[in-house]
């Protein structure tokens, strides 16, 4: 399969900060990249469709404003959770489906925030 | 109604057995289906497609399509303690997008 890199793997941060995540499609072009949440044993979440040169597309209830999200390339895409608070620790991972037509997602390793 | 639906269990299997995992999905016209292994602590891991009706077979894994009935599952043989982990169903809606609706999954025990 694919390869999705996420770039940290763990973060810990004071609340009140901003934590930057990337997401790297390594060996082929991603022109869309999502973002999921997912909390302890529960189901992954949909937070937003990143768009490569274009405006990240949200899911009902996601804060833009809060959770910032630039696909500068077709290989990379950023998450930034701005002025984090403990509410948004959680498990992090971005997917990308392979290019030429080809629906297969493939996630990347995921991130694990924890803000105290 | 969830658009995609899995039984939560845990699915208690043991060693060498074969389990069953099943979802139903609500949008009728869906044509593309997933199932995703994710173990604890980890991301999902994508080890079947299929977007046809009937059997789809790969190693100890079968993947079965029934669109009349809007049901897909998912057959492990031989099942081994390693199986353990949580599988997900996901769906591709028919629209132009690449996005997924994934179900809550299914944990499976393989008891040695």
Same mark, same amino acid.
């Given at each position: 399969?694919?390869?999705?890199?996420?770039?940290?793997?763990?973060?810990?941060?004071?609340?009140?900060?901003?934590?930057?995540?990337?997401?790297?499609?390594?060996?082929?072009?991603?022109?869309?990249?999502?973002?999921?949440?997912?909390?302890?044993?529960?189901?992954?979440?949909?937070?937003?469709?990143?768009?490569?040169?274009?405006?990240?597309? =949200?899911?009902?209830?996601?804060?833009?404003?809060?959770?910032? !999200?630039?696909?500068?390339?077709?290989?990379?895409?950023? @998450? %930034? /959770?701005?002025?984090?608070?403990?509410?948004?620790?959680?498990? =992090?991972?971005?997917?990308?489906?392979?290019?030429?037509?080809? !629906?297969?997602?493939?996630?990347?390793?995921?991130?694990? @925030? %924890? /803000?105290? | 109604?969830?658009?995609?639906?899995?039984?939560?269990?845990?699915?208690?299997?043991?060693?060498?057995?074969?389990?069953?995992?099943?979802?139903?999905?609500?949008?009728?016209?869906?044509?593309?289906?997933?199932?995703?292994?994710?173990?604890?602590?980890?991301?999902?891991?994508?080890?079947?497609?299929?977007?046809?009706?009937?059997?789809?077979?790969?190693?100890?894994?079968?993947?079965?399509?029934?669109?009349?009935?809007?049901?897909?599952?998912?057959?492990?043989?031989?099942?081994?303690?390693?199986?353990?982990?949580?599988?997900?169903?996901?769906?591709?809606?028919?629209?132009?997008?690449?996005?997924?609706?994934?179900?809550?999954?299914?944990?499976?025990?393989?008891?040695?």
């Amino acid at each position: 399969g694919a390869v999705v890199s996420q770039h940290p793997s763990r973060v810990i941060c004071k609340s009140g900060t901003s934590v930057k995540i990337e997401c790297r499609s390594l060996d082929f072009q991603a022109t869309t990249m999502f973002w999921y949440r997912q909390f302890p044993k529960q189901s992954l979440m949909l937070m937003a469709t990143s768009n490569e040169g274009s405006k990240a597309t =949200y899911e009902q209830g996601v804060e833009k404003d809060k959770f910032l !999200i630039n696909h500068a390339s077709l290989t990379l895409s950023t @998450l %930034t /959770v701005t002025s984090a608070h403990p509410e948004d620790s959680s498990f =992090y991972i971005c997917s990308a489906p392979l290019a030429g037509g080809r !629906i297969e997602q493939f996630f990347g390793p995921g991130t694990r @925030l %924890t /803000v105290l | 109604q969830k658009e995609v639906e899995q039984n939560s269990g845990p699915l208690s299997v043991p060693e060498g057995a074969i389990a069953s995992l099943n979802c139903t999905y609500s949008d009728r016209v869906s044509q593309s289906f997933f199932w995703y292994r994710q173990y604890s602590g980890k991301s999902p891991e994508l080890i079947m497609s299929i977007y046809s009706n009937g059997d789809k077979e790969d190693g100890r894994f079968t993947a079965q399509l029934n669109k009349a009935s809007q049901y897909v599952s998912l057959l492990i043989r031989d099942s081994q303690p390693s199986d353990s982990a949580t599988y997900l169903c996901a769906v591709k809606p028919v629209d132009s997008s690449y996005k997924l609706i994934f179900g809550s999954g299914t944990r499976l025990l393989v008891r040695p």
